[in-house]
């Protein structure tokens, strides 16, 4: 893979040019290892600041480590929460996907349990394609620069594969990021507009943020997706809602689904939802979904709630091991005494390391539960990568959802 060190800093070299006054910007001494990660603007102070709180809390959790932390509060958590449940597996349909941007294989996961053959998947990042690699040794997975999509001729695959999904990055669409759309390099809407043309599958699903439906991006939707497509494609846009499928986190994800023929484009329907949360019970064929807390298998204290979106480690200004978004989430977090920073590898890790306000430390399995992952789907790569990979996943249990209602539409 690529290292994405002096080029990524040129990248943005705008932001690096400001000026704060005595003080200049300066770029970062810490390679970075993931093509969406924008260093940020920071002076040397500034960056001196970041340097020592995080020195501070290496040494802190080393110390833990190794035995010379505060006591443990809390014991390991046993989950209640099975994600298999939410996507029992179904028989094989005859239908052969090819998986393009596959991260750690959060749409893969999901079709594959909603009965449809793995025909190959495309992937930049090594640390995500040896997850995928890891948890379905006979899958084909192409990695690295062969798994870069810019460097693939996608008429190969015509004739091999019925359905094509996949989810772009959304570091140029999402509110988190600077929105810059198809002016941000990392757009690559038209790489997988160009191989659902070279390929012609009976369908497609193309996910991203919900912002890319909103009006800021709706030129950019019609001109890049809509048009050159819907030759060939009756498209619908869905927004879907994660907890509605049992993923005890607010997440919501815009879905462009395309179908060759009129049929099955008239015989799909979206999914419906499976489970609610709080009020929102509309019929009452739907289960509850699970609180946070209760899908962990944490103690009942009066309070449970949805997790707030968890963030990509990987799109944030910098690396971290924190799945923190916002001050509201952070809000939410402290109401369910959780501690979203400094999520550890392992959950014996988290409760070695006790957190400064006494909360619940998120271990990397306990994130991968948040988002819909089954316990052993294999995340590989340092804790921040395994995060980057989770939080980028489309919940498994969603994409079953999308992926089953395909299937319902175009079934042979
Ligand atoms: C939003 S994530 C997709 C997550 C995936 N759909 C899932 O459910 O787990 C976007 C992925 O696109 C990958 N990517 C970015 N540029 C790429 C390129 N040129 N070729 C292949 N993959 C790329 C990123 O590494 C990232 O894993």
């Not at 809390?74 to 179904?90: A, F, S, T, Y």
């Not at 070279?198 to 939707?221: C, R, W």
């Amino acid at each position: 893979m690529p290292k994405h060190t002096v080029q990524q800093s040129q990248l943005f070299g705008e932001a690096l040019e400001d000026k704060r006054g005595a003080d200049p910007v300066v770029p970062s001494r810490i390679p970075s290892t993931s093509p969406f990660h924008q260093p940020r603007a920071l002076t040397e102070s500034e960056r001196e600041r970041y340097r020592k709180m995080s020195q501070e809390s290496r040494r802190a959790r080393e110390s833990a480590l190794s035995g010379n932390g505060p006591a443990p509060i809390h014991e390991i958590n046993i989950p209640r929460l099975d994600p298999l449940k939410l996507m029992p597996q179904v028989r094989r349909n005859g239908l052969r996907t090819l998986s393009l941007f596959s991260g750690g294989g959060g749409l893969d996961l999901g079709f594959d349990r909603a009965g449809f053959e793995h025909v190959a998947s495309y992937e930049i990042m090594n640390d995500a394609t040896a997850t995928i690699s890891a948890a379905r040794p006979e899958w084909k997975v192409f990695g690295g620069e062969g798994g870069d999509v810019r460097n693939v001729d996608f008429r190969q695959w015509k004739g091999e594969v019925d359905i094509i999904h996949g989810g772009p990055p959304c570091q140029p669409f999402s509110n988190a990021g600077r929105q810059k759309g198809h002016l941000d390099e990392r757009d690559m809407w038209p790489k997988f507009v160009e191989a659902v043309q070279a390929i012609k599958p009976i369908a497609f699903i193309g996910e991203n943020v919900p912002a890319l439906a909103s009006a800021k991006f709706s030129n950019y939707v019609n001109t890049s997706i809509i048009e050159p497509l819907s030759k060939n494609y009756h498209i619908t846009p869905v927004i879907l809602e994660a907890s509605d499928f049992g993923v005890p986190q607010v997440r919501r994800r815009v879905f462009f689904v395309g179908f060759r023929t009129k049929k099955a484009a008239a015989r799909w329907s979206p999914p419906t939802p499976t489970h609610f949360w709080g009020e929102r019970q509309l019929d009452s064929g739907t289960e509850r979904c699970m609180g946070l807390r209760e899908a962990l298998g944490l103690a009942d204290i009066g309070v449970d709630d949805l997790s707030p979106t968890i963030r990509s480690a990987l799109t944030g200004p910098r690396h971290t091991t924190s799945i923190l978004n916002s001050v509201a989430a952070q809000r939410r977090f402290e109401a369910m005494e959780i501690w979203p920073n400094g999520v550890a590898a392992t959950r014996e890790q988290a409760r070695a390391f006790v957190a400064k306000n006494g909360h619940f430390r998120l271990s990397v399995p306990d994130v991968a539960l948040i988002q819909g992952f089954p316990e052993d789907w294999p995340f590989q790569g340092a804790t921040y990568m395994a995060l980057g990979q989770i939080g980028n996943a489309v919940p498994p249990p969603l994409a079953y959802a999308v992926a089953s209602s395909v299937s319902a539409a175009v079934a042979k």
